[in-house]
């Protein structure tokens, strides 16, 4: 019974997507179909055995690294400290530069248009440079240790924080400022009671989120040299000394969930 | 005259008070305890950069040219991995959503399952789940791609749920009162509703993916991480500069065309 009212209904409405559009997806599909079966094809060429004997390759190796070898918590302490302060002194530095640079990349406080448009593109431009090229780099020109590490945390969530912060300014409320210019505040007055109010706990937000992303890159940067955790990790899987290794990764894991859950908790707080 | 005075200030509680001088306490005690057991050795980081500035940044800004044939192979590689891997996150990350929907699936219980396989999936960092599939799969590509999917998944996971979260309802309830069964539902419903943010969400995290199998090779993951590695272990800044102008041309052009078809979606 139904069956035969549904069918009546689809001949009398017209369809729901124009032929154009059907046609015009089903193209994007197949393109899409097409590029992901050739990436497929091209990043497994190299692989020795193919899908099948991966799988079979994968238990084997979890068997390698289970159980994890809880007698290196000691050892592994120091540098995942390390690591965490690294991240916390890379994200207050990047906190300080970030405001006269987000200012100068807003585009309602930065009317000088060229100024506006220089600070963008520089932005723009640090921030495809991913975190451990730039790891690389300052280890080259530092040597090893956590100084190049830090300096590329900075470098690297500076691009993203002045960026976000450049947009929450562009997002304010300008009427407070007006009024308050308009019944004789000074400069210092205008931004401290009516910019501040406005800014600060999405600044305050967006620097605990951009700490979460340090946290989480800090602990590869040792993969190159930079310092922290990822040293040992390194290490360890040089030795194939996989129980050790895991064991790190454990730590790095509870330490990156312990970290998110806090900073999350505040962000809700703040907003 | 009469004369204007400022309104009262709203008066703070004792509690709340108490709260901020505690919060205050623990930051400056945090920043203390950060500065004091860092131990950076300024003495030879200047020495270094006085010694090695001539060596590395003019090198930089003058690229090796007769390596960018290799280069944009390996850059090709890395858009490659970059691209399967975000469109198998995106196809893992459905399921997983509607799971950690709480408006999907009846019950908090499947919803908070949902919410926590999604956030502990999003605590790994890219580089580590690489190395787990390199040992898996071996060094190549491959387990660049894996990497790339698992840990897309989390952040798309917890995108698309947000997304399903945010649906308008009494759509849903509108046909379920017309006698609609589940599938229809998921049909006429909810999908007009998701799929454009979906999409949306899917080529954004591609754009995030490109910079993030970049540095995969730095492990054995394939791509042009490899290149970096090898640049930077031969002292070769000529290349790097050839490869870090790749990476942000390539980046640069992805974003941009990402960023055209994401306006035209939503």
């Known amino acids: ?271 | 005259m009469e004369t204007y005075s400022l309104p009262p200030k709203p008066k703070n509680s004792l509690y709340k008070k108490l709260k901020m001088i505690i919060i205050t306490l623990l930051v400056i005690a945090l920043y203390v305890w950060t500065f004091v057991s860092i131990d950076i050795d300024w003495g030879r980081a200047i020495e270094r950069a006085a010694n090695n500035f001539q060596r590395v940044i003019p090198k930089l800004f003058s690229p090796d040219w007769t390596a960018t044939g290799e280069v944009a192979l390996s850059m090709l590689e890395t858009v490659f991995i970059a691209f399967a891997g975000s469109l198998m996150a995106a196809i893992l990350a459905v399921p997983l959503a509607f799971l950690a929907a709480h408006n999907m699936m009846g019950g908090k219980i499947f919803s908070t399952i949902g919410k926590w396989i999604l956030s502990a999936v999003r605590a790994f960092p890219d580089l580590i789940l690489a190395i787990l599939f390199v040992v898996a799969v071996g060094p190549n590509a491959f387990a660049g791609v894996l990497a790339i999917a698992i840990g897309s998944t989390g952040m798309l996971g917890k995108m698309f749920s947000e997304i399903i979260e945010s649906i308008d309802m009494e759509v849903v309830q509108a046909m379920e009162a017309n006698g609609a069964n589940k599938i229809q539902i998921l049909f006429y419903a909810v999908m007009p509703q998701i799929i454009p943010e979906f999409l949306s969400f899917a080529i954004y995290r591609f754009e995030v993916d490109i910079r993030a199998s970049s540095i995969l090779g730095i492990v054995g993951a394939g791509g042009i991480g490899t290149m970096i590695i090898f640049a930077s272990n031969n002292r070769n800044w000529n290349e790097m500069g050839t490869i870090l102008l790749a990476i942000i041309i390539v980046v640069t052009i992805i974003d941009f065309a990402s960023s055209r078809i994401r306006n035209k979606i939503v």
């Open chain 1, 1 to 271: 019974m139904t069956n035969e009212n549904n069918s009546l209904a689809e001949k009398k409405t017209p369809p729901i997507y124009p032929v154009k559009t059907k046609v015009q997806v089903s193209i994007i599909f197949f393109v899409i179909l097409g590029i992901y079966l050739f990436s497929m094809f091209w990043t497994q060429k190299e692989m020795v055995g193919g899908f099948s004997g991966a799988f079979e390759n994968m238990f084997t190796v979890m068997e390698k690294f289970f159980p994890p070898n809880f007698g290196v918590i000691g050892a592994i302490w120091g540098p995942l400290v390390e690591t965490i302060q690294m991240a916390i002194i890379a994200t207050t530095i990047a906190a300080i530069l970030t405001v006269p640079l987000a200012v100068l990349a807003a585009r309602n406080v930065t009317t000088f248009k060229p100024l506006y448009y220089t600070t963008r593109t520089v932005l723009n431009i640090l921030r495809t440079i991913p975190d451990l090229v730039l790891a690389v780099i300052f280890v080259g020109l530092f040597g090893i240790g956590l100084f190049p590490g830090i300096l590329a945390l900075v470098v690297f969530s500076l691009g993203i924080l002045a960026k976000l912060i450049s947009e929450t300014i562009e997002a304010v409320d300008m009427n407070p400022l007006e009024a308050m210019r308009a019944s004789g505040g000074n400069v210092y007055q205008v931004i401290w009671y009516a910019l501040v109010p406005q800014v600060l706990p999405q600044f305050t937000s967006l620097v605990l989120y951009v700490f979460e992303i340090n946290i989480r890159a800090s602990v590869v940067l040792g993969f190159v040299g930079a310092g922290g955790i990822g040293l040992i990790l390194n290490q360890q899987l040089g030795f194939y000394n996989y129980p050790n290794a895991m064991m790190i990764i454990v730590l790095i894991f509870a330490v990156v969930i312990i970290i998110e859950y806090i900073s999350t908790k505040l962000r809700e707080a703040l907003i």
